[in-house]
Every structure is written in C-alpha cells, then in structure tokens.
C-alpha cells in the first residue's frame, strides 16, 4: 500500500510560481512510475507531468513552464510551476503506476492564480 501527500499549494498571481511536494510511504517508491494530474472545476481530471526511469512526460499545454523531479532518497516527488496563468488553477493530484494504470492518489492540493 502506498499513500501520497501533497503540499505546496497556494494562491498566486498570473506569472508567479509555486512547487508542489508529493511525500510518499512505503519502500517500492523509486520503481513507481510518478504523475501530476489536475481537475478544474467542472472539468474532467488531466494529466500534467510524469516521471519514471526512462524520463518525464508533459502535458502540452505546461511544457516549457513546468519541471517534474523526484528524490528518491526522500521518497518524493515535485512539481516547480513557472509562468503560472489563470487556467492553471485546479486542484492538483499526485499518482503513483506501480503497473499499468494509476492505483495510488493524493488527496489533492489547491492551486490558484489570479489574473
């Protein structure tokens, strides 16, 4: 079992910049393939960032302003979002791939830009 924390959510203006943390349990965390996603209100959930051994994945429309890292010393996972607009606000969603599909998720962290 794992279980995903986030943090570093907050309010902030167009152009700002936020990083958001994802704390992971448990001892399998460096072969997790590891996601950002997000879901503004009244849209569906989308992906935004991925992570594994091979390399990282974006989202077309955060390319460019958005950087996924991880430490997998520390069992975690960031988000470092620059050029942030008013259509990057949603709550943001940590996930973990152990296989073929997400199984784990965060409870979410809000982010709010306004413009």
């Known amino acids: 079992q794992v279980q995903l924390v986030e943090s570093g959510g907050g309010l902030v203006q167009a152009g700002g910049s936020l990083r958001l943390s994802c704390a992971a349990s448990?001892?399998?965390?460096?072969?997790?393939?590891m996601a950002w996603f997000r879901q503004a209100p009244g849209k569906e959930r989308e992906f935004v960032a991925s992570?594994?051994?091979?390399?990282?994945n974006y989202a077309d429309s955060v390319k460019g302003r958005f950087t996924i890292s991880r430490d997998n010393a520390k069992n975690t996972m960031y988000l470092q979002m620059n050029s942030l607009k008013p259509e990057d606000t949603a709550v943001y969603y940590c996930?973990?791939?152990?296989?073929?599909?997400?199984?784990?998720w965060g409870q979410g962290t809000q982010v709010t830009v306004s413009s």
């Open positions: 448990g001892r399998s965390f460096s072969s997790y393939t």
């Open positions: 996930a973990a791939r152990p296989g073929l599909r997400y199984e784990y």
């Open positions: 992570i594994n051994w091979s390399g990282s």
